[in-house]
């Protein structure tokens, strides 16, 4: 929470509200228990409810809270399903939140184009099922079954970006609704375009401070004809990143690479029962054709054995993919398991992939020394790494140590060229660190954007820019 | 050329002239014959030569130029080699052009991370020989030896965008000058980020409108193993476009895949002396180990074979792939062969897949009811085709004709969800189509940015946002 986000003015959020109530009825919703899970943040920061909940229907219901809250200069947050990890939804300042929840239709599919047309509040895993049965299959995928228009708004990626890429590459097009209440139409259905500049692009990512998204135009992919999946233990954490590198510039087309250090390792031992070497694990897919799939595992596994990993497996049968990546799936409960009753902190940076494993490591050595818990996962194809700190919030010196090795964890990304956050975005979290990372030049340019586009800040104020 | 872009005061560009002179020496260039050079334009838009060519030195240079014209409201047009389409680097305000020429050094190559850190000026041709020796390559392909920031500037892209994808995705980040001389680096060199609004995107494709590349961050590729070529004839358009659908829903990692229609396989036979079957031709090429380029270029075939398609052939050779893709390479040539004496105008749009047999037929259709002649080749695998129009200039009503035809040709494009240009850009000749194309929201954001950034309108003033 920052100090310097102000409330809006009482008087004027009273008439916002009677103006909400009288157009939306019960679908404004303004009691304690609604307005507490719209703040729900699966971080540290302090839950920050807003004054009220619109459940929007269609986009003249997002155009008509835009209208009604710019009126009043009150603030508007937009809510997908609200897995964001840096308090991207909370409401420091107070406001309306629009939950975009019944928001969840799949307009179109194109599936010559390998396109479809959705609303914003529809979540990936459900999207996916209702594009199975036409052989395509939406690939970002950052765990949580988020809704789709929050993953664009906080540019997602996860596991697989390191074939499919992330948010920015697979938005087509969008519609936003402007602080005025006007509908952007970013672009056209067209597979690439060079006309003007790219709204697009300047919407995904800007966590709702610019726009509301009200529809989205997004890329999908044939489901592939064959999954491989791979897993391969390495004696440091060096070595598999040196097999990462490798795979990558032979141009194997990795669709997932994750990083699983010697912590994670015994968490998920212990949690889900396996017996894997208790040293740095890579599990792998592979997407393609069958002959496809079992040359580029096989390639993976001479770089493999050239890097010093051991233990390589690879399998095309469904039970035993699950079973080879069964420690993935459960990394986050499994690092719970750790320290029961502690809080987790998940956060994430990205570095060069040159950088990685001197990043990895330095970060491993941090947490010994700061005597601290952490499992290390990594979608190590991007130079992206997540650390899940256990902290017991009731120990003021833990605390204070997980707070330092948090700030060193960012500084440290940024000073390898890296980026303090890959994949979780600024929100409350990390203002602080956007101008190290960027220099004043960067931030005031996006301050000139923020004004431009919201003069009056109405658009989730206190996220992403950190106070002048 | 467009009426309402209004020169800058003769006093003021005297002033900007004297402090430039004075800082920049020889350096400042105002003969009559450089300032031709750098209004020439590739497309039938008249040349506006600027009042002062700079050949700047260092991004300190560049900084200085847009102080001392923003001083005195004196318009800025970056200048890489010249080669768009568009009158991008016209100067129907006057001003000062800032030639890169000499800003064309490659300062770091970063190969663990595929990356390297390059001046604005350097072309793709000469960065491409520089990189060979470490197996590294830049994909971007837009025909002509273009310079790398002139190419981010206008979001080139070109026969291989279809694998690679277009400078929107290959650029990591930008060094770039605000019209207050101030410099923004947007982004980190992490390959992913999710850490505040995407600069890089904003700045890809803003045809030196909002700031000017002082320096980029780019994506390489490794040199593929084996490159593989075919050609395959196709009774139709349709029948090609159907081939191309296929080929890309089943996953074919095609790294190239164009479409020359009849007209333009009559003028390469007679150009280039071969004998293809004068009907529509797709040609193609295919990156991997030897393995994966035969078995892709043979999916191919079949798929090609199921379709109509004949003739069909591929090889690995060099000197038999060059003899394959000589129709393509010569293409531009031979359509100029077709009528010795007339000028060309090529024009691009860009339409999602699906449509693109409809797009073409309905554009050659056009062409034979004008009496009319363009040869049409296209990056068919982005739904992405361009006219070679063939005009005699002197013949008023031919001219009447042809405007008429390339008005439509936009239209149509539009009209089936496509764009009016996919990698050209706005420049002074397509600024009336953006509206129609996104509607009036999308075009009064774009000025709000344009307003945000560059309030004085000195960066290239008359691009890309028509007359309010």
């Not at 140590?401 to 600024?426: K, N, P, S, Y």
Request: hydrophobic share 40%; aromatic share 4%.
């Amino acid at each position: 929470m920052r100090a310097d986000v102000q409330r809006a003015d009482a008087g004027a959020l009273a008439c916002a509200l009677d103006s909400l109530a009288a157009r939306f009825g019960n679908r404004l919703v303004r009691s304690q228990a609604v307005r507490e899970q719209h703040a729900h943040t699966l971080s540290w920061l302090p839950r920050q409810p807003p004054d009220g909940v619109v459940f929007a229907q269609n986009t003249t219901d997002i155009q008509d809270v835009v209208r009604i809250c710019a009126r009043h200069k009150v603030p508007v947050i937009p809510y997908g399903t609200g897995t964001s990890l840096e308090g991207q939804v909370n409401a420091p300042a107070g406001g309306i939140c629009i939950d975009m929840r019944d928001m969840n239709r799949l307009i179109a599919v194109h599936a010559d184009d390998l396109d479809c047309v959705i609303e914003p509040g529809i979540t990936r895993k459900t999207l996916n099922e209702l594009l199975r049965d036409q052989g395509l299959f939406f690939p970002i995928d950052p765990g949580a079954d988020a809704s789709i228009g929050g993953m664009a708004a906080t540019r997602a990626s996860g596991t697989n970006a390191v074939r499919y890429g992330t948010m920015r590459d697979n938005v087509v097009a969008m519609k936003v609704v402007r602080a005025d209440g006007a509908i952007v139409n970013t672009a056209s259905r067209a597979k690439k375009s060079s006309a003007g500049y790219d709204l697009t692009r300047l919407f995904v990512g800007s966590e709702g401070t610019l726009g509301v998204i009200a529809e989205l135009t997004i890329r999908l992919h044939g489901i592939p004809e064959t999954i491989a999946a791979a897993s391969c233990s390495f004696p440091t954490v060096d070595a598999a990143c040196r097999a990462t590198i490798m795979a990558i510039q032979t141009g194997i087309p990795l669709a997932r690479i994750e990083l699983l250090d010697e912590v994670q390792i015994k968490a998920s031992n212990a949690y889900s029962k396996l017996s894997l070497p208790e040293t740095t694990l890579l599990l792998l897919e592979f997407h393609g054709s069958d002959a496809e799939v079992a040359a580029q595992s096989e390639r993976f596994g001479e770089i493999a054995r050239d890097c010093g990993g051991g233990n390589f497996e690879w399998t095309t049968k469904a039970e035993d993919r699950t079973r080879l990546w069964q420690a993935r799936h459960d990394a986050y409960w499994a690092a719970r398991g750790i320290r029961p009753g502690t809080e987790s902190v998940t956060t994430d940076v990205c570095v060069p992939i040159s950088r990685l494993a001197e990043c990895v490591t330095e970060t491993q050595r941090d947490l010994r020394e700061s005597r601290l818990v952490s499992p290390i996962v990594g979608h190590v194809g991007d130079g992206n790494f997540h650390t899940i700190l256990l902290c017991d919030m009731t120990d003021a010196d833990e605390l204070r140590r997980a707070e330092g090795f948090l700030h060193r964890l960012v500084e440290r990304a940024q000073a390898m060229d890296g980026t303090c956050t890959g994949e979780h975005g600024i929100g409350q979290g990390k203002q602080d660190y956007l101008k190290g990372e960027l220099g004043p030049g960067a931030i005031e340019t996006m301050r000139m954007l923020k004004r431009a586009l919201d003069p009056d800040n109405i658009f989730n104020p206190g996220k992403i820019l950190p106070p002048e």
